[in-house]
């Protein structure tokens, strides 16, 4: 007779319990297995930020507790903190599924330590980001946030009509040249919306090669001379932070727009803001920053009426949180039938 196999799902108020449990039991539909749920605490750190694992996070013995309890050898979760005193307390524990693009919140070394095997999530929110990121694009051209706040929260039609001047009206994207930083699975997607509305998509990423969405440019500063609004799309590393500084922005057409839905550190945000304050910038849209959540007091609210700001959301949609679960169930049926895990690390 199979064993049993003991699954601890440890969500939170995104990637609910309820939605691990039902995409593991749709997966082991013929393997007996025990789920117990948890729900997790929201971390300080918001959905998607990068960070290392946390070894004193206040839910580490709560983790425990749900682990040892049952007996667990799968842990499938989004941000519980797999430190190395989770994996030292919880010896039946062989697999561990983390619901993200990857498993940061996961002590890799103390796994290998411990012969427990990592999985992640890879791709689960590549099209909410694309969708998110074009919806604040539009939101920059067209000074749709600043238009509602003026008529639905200070009550002035009149005050809101002032877009429908030549001077304060914003920019369309057909025609207009957009460069993306970044070709991955985001910045793609991207890219074929943008050419679908008529933008001039142009596209600087050394890491990609083949056919693309749009003219291919050989280096960053190419691109910025040419763009009157740049995305940014790369990977978050040693050599891309800091990316768009001061003598970046100051490649870029007059007026510009900067949209960064990818990760806070490429942009160098006091430079954008002096870029604002010049007018070298005309407007911005910005989902992730240097430091999250956002301080109070922070220089670029100053800049309310071009600036759109929003708290990390970029990859936070139902479809998201679904699509973590059936994937960290895939692989959890996967290490239960002895075939070949998708997305190791380890």
């Known amino acids: 007779m199979t064993e049993t196999l003991r699954v601890v799902a440890a969500g939170d108020h995104f990637v609910l319990p309820s939605l691990i449990t039902a995409a593991i039991a749709e997966e082991l539909r013929e393997h007996p297995f ?12 918001p959905f998607g930020a990068v960070s290392e694992v946390e070894e004193a996070s206040d839910s580490e013995d709560e983790l425990i507790g749900a682990l040892r309890d049952s007996d667990a050898q799968v842990l499938v979760t989004q941000m519980g903190p797999v430190t190395e005193r989770v994996l030292e ?29 990592v999985c992640f999530a890879p791709g689960r929110n590549a099209a909410a980001t694309a969708e998110f990121t074009v919806g604040m694009m539009l939101a920059a051209l067209r000074r749709i946030p600043q238009a509602h706040e003026l008529l639905a929260g200070q009550g002035s039609w009149e005050a809101g009509a002032a877009y429908y001047t030549y001077e304060h009206s914003g920019l369309e994207l057909e025609d207009l040249p957009v460069g993306l930083v970044g070709y991955g699975a985001v910045g793609s997607r991207v890219a074929r919306v943008l050419c679908a509305f008529g933008a001039r998509v142009m596209v600087y990423d050394p890491y990609v090669h083949g056919e693309i969405h749009g003219l291919r440019v050989g280096g960053l500063d190419e691109l910025l001379r040419r763009s009157q609004v740049i995305t940014l799309h790369a ?66 609210f100053g800049f309310a009426d071009r600036v759109t700001l929003t708290p990390h959301l970029g990859g936070a949609s139902r479809a998201v949180a679904e699509k973590a679960a059936r994937i960290a169930a895939a692989e959890v049926g996967r290490w239960a039938r002895g075939e070949g895990l998708s997305h190791q690390l380890g």
């Open 34 to 45: 025990t789920v117990r749920e948890l729900e997790l605490g929201w971390p300080l750190e």
């Open 235 to 300: 990977r978050l590393t040693s050599e891309t932070r800091g990316l768009i500084g001061a003598r970046e922005l100051a490649l870029l057409r007059p007026g510009a727009v900067v949209v960064n839905v990818a990760r806070g550190p490429l942009l160098d945000e006091e430079a954008l803001c002096d870029a604002l304050e010049s007018g070298q910038v005309s407007a911005a849209a910005l989902d992730t920053y240097a430091r999250e959540p956002l301080p109070t007091g922070a220089r670029l």
């Open 89 to 117: 307390a919880c010896p039946d524990l062989r697999l561990v599924v983390v619901c993200r693009g990857g498993p940061v919140n996961v002590n890799l070394d103390a796994a290998k330590t411990h012969d427990v095997q």
